[in-house]
C-alpha cells in the first residue's frame, strides 16, 4: 500500500496554496500546469476536454510551443487510437493510468499515434486521469516524461490533486455570475456582491480595495460575512459557489 510522506504534503501545499491564495482565472491553467509539474516531476502537463462523442479539444498546458494548433489538430483526430482512450474516456475509469497498464512500452512505439506525435516531443511515458467538471463536462491531466515511467507514489499524487484539479479547472473556466445575479441568487448585500465579483475575477485583497473603493480591512469584513453568508470557509470555494450562481 502507498503511503503519502509528510515531505509530500509538503510538496503539495507549495503547488497548491499559492493557487488558492490568489487565484487569476486569465492565467489559472497554465500555473496549475506548472504546479501538477512540480508535484509530479512531470517533463510537461496537458488539460484537454471531450464532449459525449470523444471529441478532444486542448485546454492547455505548459508547453506550447511542442503542441501547436496543427500537432493538436492531428490528435484529436488520432486520440481514440490511444492505449488510454478506453480505459479514461469511454470506461471512464476513476483513477489515474499509466499507458504500461495497458500496452508494453515495445507494443506503444510501434504505433502510429507514438511515431506520428509522441515520438517528436520525445514523449515516451504518460499518466492520465479524468474527471467530470462542474460547467466543463469530462476533462483529463495528462501528465508526460521521456525518462523513466511514472511511479506508483506518483500515481497516488495525482490522485490526491484529483479534486483540487476539478475545483482550480472550474475557476479557471467557469463564467461567474455578474454582480446582480451574485446580489439576488446568493442573498449578498449590493457591496458584499460587489467583493464577491472581484473575487471571481482573482484579484487580491488591495486590487479589491482599490476597485470598490473601500479599504483592505474593509475587504475582509466583507469576506468574513460572505463565508458565513455561503456556509465557506475561504477564497476558493465562494468563488466557486459564484461560479454556479447559487
Known sequence: MISLTLQHAQRLSAALVPLYAAPRPEDLLAQLSDAVNGVMGAEMTCFDTFDEAGRMLNLGGNAPSLFTPE??????????????????????????????????????????????????????HQLIVGFQVPGMGFATCALSRSRADFTETERALLAFVQPHLVALLQLAHAEPASRPALDAALGLTRREADVLYQLTLGRADKEIAHHCRISPRTVHQHLRSIYAKLGVDNRTAACLRAVAGH
Not at 87 to 103: G, L, M, N
Open 71 to 124: 500537432a493538436l489538430r492531428w490528435l484529436a483526430e488520432h486520440v481514440h487510437t490511444h492505449p488510454l482512450f478506453g480505459p479514461v474516456f469511454q470506461a471512464r475509469v476513476p483513477t489515474p493510468v499509466k499507458i504500461t497498464d495497458f500496452c508494453a512500452d515495445r507494443q506503444f512505439t510501434r504505433t502510429d499515434i507514438f511515431n506520428d506525435f509522441y515520438r517528436p516531443i520525445t514523449v515516451t
